[in-house]
């Protein structure tokens, strides 16, 4: 492990979590603004006021670049999802006996004024209101919960990332303007496109924003860097994220940053779990084949960009009710990254990048990733 990775490990497990309410503060002023619109521009609409408005901040020693929320281990709160648990822990938050979050009063009158507006309009509220009455009893007993469902969003996927990184945020944009073309919009169901598809094109608009603010912040922080490497890194951060604002990514640098960009914001929308960012090796393999060998990277700087991702993964967090708390052990993530398996064809897929995976992950040491390796046959030894 370099000492850059050390550094950024110590100082990640020596701090403790606490609550932002960042997001909660600018979903709940967007929602209240905009009860107008349907639900699905209201949520996108919400994303991209958070990824532009949002704290955004460049650590000392990191090389990828991107936070969830306003502080390291800050945990956003998500209270479309769900209120009542947090009108009924608001108090007893930061005294838990495991998986606590610090906050101050002033932060907790605030969490009660979101919870108090949200009430009766969550996700949990709707979805109680369908359960029938047999089904309200057998969910009481707590024989069979669904409160992980019930509170929470997205979860479980892997989206399409190859797709992402041939197109770019830019690309990806444009073939949503050209679905969008091409919605007929004299129908019911073309008025449903149109509107599912004007919600993409301002997600989209958010992130390609949200990278850019990082471009110029790392630009801004080399303006006035002391130290000559620190400098150097700073203006690669900052050519780095200008690259993949709009265009797809053209090194193994750059793709892995846009991965984890992609899997940051899906973490900033969505209160899910199992969030994971799918076969790696294959995707970003042929970027790191080929800048490996133009000599565009060492296998040493590559292999410390992927350990700076697995940090950036552990920063993230996600606070839980108690009751979800206790019956998920804590708060994991469970953001999975899967290598090995076989080709289309059934030809073994391990690549140089899946051996470089393996160590990283191996010599980190940490709860994220949730490393998986596809089993086969013909796996080599």
Wanted: neutral net charge; aromatic residues 6%; proline residues 4%.
């Amino acid at each position: 492990m370099t000492g850059r990775l050390a550094r950024i490990k110590e100082r990640m497990l020596e701090t403790a979590p606490s609550l932002c309410l960042e997001r909660a503060r600018i979903y709940a002023g967007v929602y209240r603004d905009s009860e107008h619109l349907p639900v699905v521009r209201r949520r996108a609409l919400a994303l991209r006021r958070t990824l532009e408005e949002m704290s955004i901040f460049i650590d000392e020693d990191e090389l990828i670049v991107g936070n969830h929320s306003s502080r390291l281990k800050a945990a956003p709160i998500f209270p479309e999802y769900a209120v009542d648990w947090i009108t009924q822990e608001a108090d007893t938050l930061d005294r838990r006996p495991a998986e606590s979050y610090s906050l101050d009063e002033r932060d907790r009158a605030e969490l009660k004024e979101i919870a108090a507006w949200w009430k009766g309009k969550t996700l949990q509220d709707r979805a109680e209101s369908l359960l029938t009455p047999e089904l309200k009893r057998l969910h009481d007993t707590g024989m069979i919960r669904a409160e992980g469902n019930m509170t929470s969003g997205d979860g479980h996927i892997a989206v399409n990332m190859p797709r992402l990184l041939a197109l770019g945020v830019g690309g990806y944009a444009a073939l949503v303007a050209k679905a969008d073309a091409a919605a007929d919009v004299a129908t019911w169901e073309g008025l449903r496109q149109h509107q599912l598809y004007l919600a993409m094109a301002e997600a989209l608009e958010g992130l390609s924003t949200f990278i850019d603010r990082f471009a110029r912040l790392s630009r801004e922080q080399a303006a006035t860097c002391s130290d000559p490497s620190r400098r150097a890194e700073l203006e690669t951060i900052a050519a780095t994220c200008a690259a993949i604002v709009l265009e797809p990514p053209q090194s193994f640098r750059q793709a892995l940053q846009l991965t984890y960009f992609i899997q940051l914001v899906l973490q900033i929308e969505s209160n899910g779990h199992s969030l994971s960012l799918g076969r790696v090796d294959q995707y970003l393999g042929p970027f790191y084949d080929r800048d490996l060998a133009s000599g565009a990277i060492s296998r040493e700087e590559a292999s410390e960009l992927l350990s700076c991702t697995w940090l950036k993964l552990l920063a993230i967090k996600k606070v839980r009710s108690w009751s979800h708390t206790r019956y998920s052990a804590g708060g994991p993530l469970y953001q999975n990254v899967t290598i090995g398996g076989t080709t289309r064809d059934g030809r073994d897929a391990v690549n140089a990048l899946s051996h470089l995976i393996l160590e990283s992950v191996g010599e980190m040491r940490l709860t994220q990733p949730n490393l998986s390796v596809r089993y086969h046959r013909g796996l080599p030894h």
